[in-house]
Structure formats: C-alpha cells, structure tokens
C-alpha cells in the first residue's frame, strides 16, 4: 500500500479473500476472481436484476450479432472458494466447494423451490420423476446461507483435486438439494412482447450440455464498476442531503 489519503465522506474499503502466493495465478480460478458465467447452447448470460421490485436471476437473451461480447456488468459474479477458515480464500478446485457473489448487487447465487405451474419439456426430461421436487436460481443477502453453496462439475474427466483452470466449462451442482443448474424456456418477463429474461432452473437428473463457460473478466472493468458504484453512492447520499436541506458548505464542495 503506496499510501492513504483522507477524504470528506465515507469511503469503502474492500478486502480480498488471503491466499498463498503461489495460488496467485492467472491460469487458475481463485478466490476474489469476478467471471461470467456463459451458458454454451443457450448462449445466454447468467444475469441477476431487478424486475417488479424483486432481485431475480435468469439467463438473458442479447440482440448482439457476437452473444459472447454482451457486456452488461450485471451479469458478473465474484467467485468465493469456501473454506473452514472465513478469512482464507485461496486457488479452487474441481473438489473445493464455491459461492457466486453477484458484484453489482453483493447479494448470492443461491436456490428456491419452484411452484411455478408452467410446463417446461427441459425440465420435465431432468426432473428425476413426477412427484420429485423442483427448484430455481435466485439470490440472497447473506453468504453464510446453506443454499449459496455449489459445487463445479468437470466436462471432461479429471481428478478432483486439481486446480480449476480459469477457462473452464463447467456444470453447477446446488450442494443443498444435489439437483443440477439446467436453461429453461420458461420466461420472468412473459408480459413483454420479446421476452429476454429466461428462468434458471434445478433438476436431480444432470444433463452434459448443461455447461457454463467461465468468461474471466478484465480487471480495468471490475475497476470501473467499483468506481461506478461508490459515485452512486455519494451522489444518492448528496441528493438525499439536498432534499433534506442538511446538504452542508463542506459537502457542496
């Protein structure tokens, strides 16, 4: 650390998972990477947003010509490598267990039942039986939930404690329920005329060409986001001042 400047609001320190220096590699997946997670058939972003007032995940259809240059920043996810040590992070493995922390939001990837009585011909396929249960992406505040935990499946046979390369096709497997991360055609947004927000659902059967790319993301972008946040943060604070006539001669500066 070069040096610390003051300043006149509340700033934001973020601190990153500790790992051994020989874990700090580019090649490999390791905590305190941020990535995208891009469905291989669907070719659609795993994305969490706002939509009627609730956080909701979904694979999001994109008008671009190439899908895999979308983009959007809420469509990146922090990775955490779980360990019984809180404060230790470290170089994942195909055996480690993960969390999935959407970086725009802070909340986790996690899961819920579904009673959503639409038909889906994917879902009904890796449903495992007709009285078995189904589940659905969603998130939560809090990464100590149970149901924030996954564990990474290979797509090619490899040893489970290897390290995960950064590149990697990978399927999801929820810890809690062990049901498996598949694409549906059911749609969050069915009211809209071209529907972009498809649901995320868990089935016990796992099917192979339910994989998701690893897409690392550049850190000049993870950077701007930050950026981009903490101004949110000081201007909504300034509005919120000037409403309230409290904004002071300081502040204004």
Known sequence: LGSISPASCDTSWKISLFMDFSENRDDILKGGDVVRLFHAEQEKFLTCDDYKGK???????????????????????????VATDPCRGGA?????????????????????????????????????????????????????????????????????DELVPRSSYVRLRHLRTNTWCHATDIPLDRISDNPMMHKVGLARV????????????????????????????????????????????????
């Open 55 to 81: 956080s909701v995940v979904f694979l999001r259809s994109t008008g671009r010509t190439t899908k895999t240059a979308a983009t959007s920043s809420k469509a990146l996810w922090e990775v955490e490598v």
């Open 92 to 160: 994942g493995r195909w055996n480690s267990l993960y969390r999935f922390k959407h970086l725009a939001t802070g909340q986790y990837l996690a899961c819920e039942i579904d009673t959503d009585p639409i038909v889906d011909s994917n879902r009904l396929k890796l449903q495992g039986g007709k009285d078995v249960p189904v589940f659905q992406l969603n998130s939560v505040p809090y990464g100590h939930d149970i149901f924030s935990i996954f564990e990474l499946d290979p797509t090619t046979i490899i040893k489970g």
């Open 206 to 253: 796992r099917e192979d060409k339910e994989a998701f790319a690893i897409v690392s993301v550049p850190t000049a972008e993870v950077r701007d986001l930050d950026f981009a946040n903490d101004a949110c943060l000081v201007l909504k604070e300034a509005v919120t001042q000037v409403k309230n006539g409290a904004l002071t001669a300081n502040g204004r500066k």
